[in-house]
């Protein structure tokens, strides 16, 4: 209960504080590690927003330097105010770094498309997702099963790696 209470007090007054302000006053007891229900982080670079991360509980790790997510939606923004939704049900937050990995039943949503997979990678350096596992994309005109998959946030460029399967519809080729 400690941990909670802590963590409401942490995130509410986190807004008003510096970061090393807040974790400094936060109770010595709780061993370095904070429990926060229903997060929202934002995460930008050189003050354009690169994306939006909410989970309905956060532990934060600070032996290990990352947050435990659980029930995760992340909207990741790319140009022409283009979007890409992502959700799992668990998933672990690199502080340093700020790189994702999420797990259990993993959705991936841009425009008509829709990807399944059990793992991705989002790496924040590289604004990249990928995934050594299965993957199967649906969407307008297609359907397609692969092994291994790369994103580029930057060039919103894919490929599938291995064992690539797909039934085009309604699409001339021509």
Do not use: C
């Not at 008003?16 to 926060?36: A, C, H, Y």
């Not at 923004?77 to 340093?96: P, V, Y």
């Not at 994309?137 to 946030?153: E, I, P």
């Amino acid at each position: 209960m400690l941990v909670v209470l802590g963590g409401t007090w942490a995130a509410y007054y986190g807004f008003r504080q510096e970061p090393e302000t807040m974790v400094k006053s936060l109770p010595k007891d709780q061993g370095g590690d904070i429990s926060l229900n229903h997060i929202h982080h934002i995460a930008s670079r050189d003050g354009i927003k690169e994306w939006i991360l909410d989970a309905e509980s956060a532990q934060y790790q600070r032996t290990e330097n990352k947050t435990v997510l659980k029930h995760i939606s992340a909207t990741f923004f790319l140009r022409d105010s283009k979007t890409i939704h992502l959700t799992s049900r668990d998933g672990t937050l690199l502080t340093e770094s700020k790189d994702l990995e999420v797990s259990g039943g993993v959705v991936v949503r841009s425009g008509p498309y829709e990807l399944k997979t059990e793992r991705l990678h989002y790496d924040h350096q590289n604004r990249s997702i990928s995934t050594d596992g299965r993957v199967v994309m649906k969407g307008r005109g297609v359907d397609l099963t692969g092994k291994g998959l790369v994103f580029s946030l930057h060039t919103e460029r894919a490929i599938i790696k291995d064992d690539v399967e797909a039934v085009l519809k309604d699409v001339r080729l021509l």
